[in-house]
């Protein structure tokens, strides 16, 4: 059922490695070694292409670690900037990729959250990784610096992409840091927010009349257009490639854990690609020997409202049937998710599970997050968050293990979901009226 699904997608990655130059069988990026495809293990060379042509499933980067020494390796990475490339030999990039003009994402805060660990009857240790600390206040920094050097190397002149909105923000970022045209599809009824961040950068927001996967589908048709040649659409021609940078979330967590895996991961679920990334890169850590060989548990984050990757983890599926999405978490509404099967993988593989919060428990997440650890999170931060409470009231998160919750974007981007906060009490200028007021 998945090769017929992606035929279609299959046959416009082949056009589009066609249109391209002939570049893509000499580029340098690092260690990729080759395109290898998830479901057949066929390889093709490395260049703009996204779906196999013998079996049409999803292509990702395969590395050649080999000539690796853990120490050396740690060293060069514990001596790298602040930010992602200090993990390039990891990655699909030139060498000299810190030296590019480029928003440089990356090396957030890991905070401890004891806080929040008392209410929630954590003993084990939490954590929540704040990428909300990125130069566009979300994750898709990560992925969008990776697959701008992928668009160098590729020749593409503009940058494109179907998002949920902080995607297009990225983007819109990215293409102006670097000097390239941006030209990004968001549905019409996206956060104010986020349109506005997205279109500050200069470049062309255009919203399409539907869902994310409405949005989506048009850019699938424009990428085998005559119109769409020479773009690079970030998540799909250039997909790979954008997709690796969401192992640095789980490079970065090891080496502030101090070299260490934890116990358990909590994740959100849009495309799924980020959890399976952090899965990857996380197999990759242990593979180098610069984490020691443990288990570790992946659990998957919805809203109710999109959770089709939670609906099939429920029944026992292993094929995600689409949903319409109705949820105030719009950068996680994503019905028909690409990665879903793989989650699913993984989640089961891992001991973990796929679990779903409605809207309400997702708004008093955002104010349990925020009130006890001072972090202002997006809805699909309060996703997280109310999964883990609900994961732990269930028993099926272990409150002894060390956690890693995410939050992927600011609170400042969603400030609907929580337009009902406001003041505690309006007084008069005396003390009379502030005492009157039970503020005393």
């Known amino acids: 059922m998945r090769k017929m699904r992606r035929k279609g997608l299959a046959s ?60 050396e390796l740690r060293r060069r990475i514990e001596a790298g900037p602040a930010n992602i490339w200090r993990y390039a030999p ?21 905070v401890k959250a004891d806080n929040l660990a008392r209410e929630l009857g954590v003993t084990g240790g939490l954590y ?26 590729f020749g593409f002149t503009t940058l494109s992409c179907s998002s949920t909105g902080n995607l297009a923000g990225a983007v819109g970022a990215a293409a102006a840091r670097a000097g390239f045209r941006s030209c990004v599809f968001i549905p019409h009824d996206l956060e104010q927010g986020k349109v506005v961040m997205a279109a500050v950068y200069g ?43 969401s192992k640095t979330l789980a490079y970065e967590i090891c080496e502030q854990l101090g070299w260490r895996l934890p116990d358990q991961l909590v994740v959100p679920i849009a495309s799924g690609s980020q959890l399976t990334k952090i899965d990857k890169g996380l197999k990759e850590l242990i ?40 949820t105030i978490a719009k950068s996680l509404a994503i019905g028909n998710p690409a990665d879903g099967p793989y989650v699913l ?33 997006e809805t699909a931060g309060g996703v997280t968050v109310g999964v883990t409470k609900k994961l732990i009231d269930e028993g ?33 200028p005396n003390l009379d009226s502030f005492r009157e007021a039970g503020l005393a």
Not at 206 to 223: A, K, M, P, Q, W
Request: net charge negative; with cysteine; proline share 6%.
């Open 396 to 428: 099926v998160l272990d409150p002894s293990l060390t956690t890693v919750v995410l939050n992927t974007g600011d609170g400042l981007k969603t400030l609907d979901a929580v337009a009902g906060t406001g003041l505690t009490a309006t007084i008069r």
């Open 345 to 377: 993988d993984i989640a089961r593989r891992t001991g973990g599970a796929v679990e779903d919060v409605t809207d309400e428990q997702v708004v008093d997440a955002i104010k349990l997050l925020a009130r006890t650890e001072g972090i202002f999170a």
């Open 128 to 153: 929540v990784k704040d990428d909300s600390g990125n130069p566009t206040h979300s994750f898709k920094d990560r992925v969008v610096a990776q697959a701008i050097e992928a668009a160098r190397a």
């Open 12 to 71: 416009m990655a082949v056009q589009t490695a066609e249109t391209t130059t002939n570049s893509a069988n000499t580029v340098d990026l690092g260690p990729a070694a080759a395109l290898s495809c998830r479901e057949c293990g066929h390889q093709v060379p490395l260049g703009p292409v996204f779906a196999c042509e013998e079996c049409f499933g999803p292509l990702e980067i395969a590395y050649d670690f080999s000539a690796y020494d853990t120490e």
């Open 287 to 326: 593979a180098l020997g610069l984490v020691e060989d443990r288990p570790y548990k992946i659990f998957g984050a919805q809203a109710k409202g999109c959770s089709p990757v939670s609906t099939a983890y429920k029944a026992g599926h292993d094929v995600v049937r689409p949903q319409k999405p109705d």
């Open 203 to 245: 470049g062309e927001l255009v919203g399409i009349e539907g869902n994310y996967d409405d949005v989506n589908r048009f850019c699938s048709e424009l990428i085998g257009d005559p119109a769409g040649e020479g773009w690079g659409f970030v998540n799909v021609n250039l997909r790979p490639y954008y997709a690796e940078g």
């Open 90 to 110: 990891l990655l699909p990039v030139p060498a000299d990729v810190a030296d590019k003009p480029n928003i440089n994402p990356g090396w957030t805060k890991l």
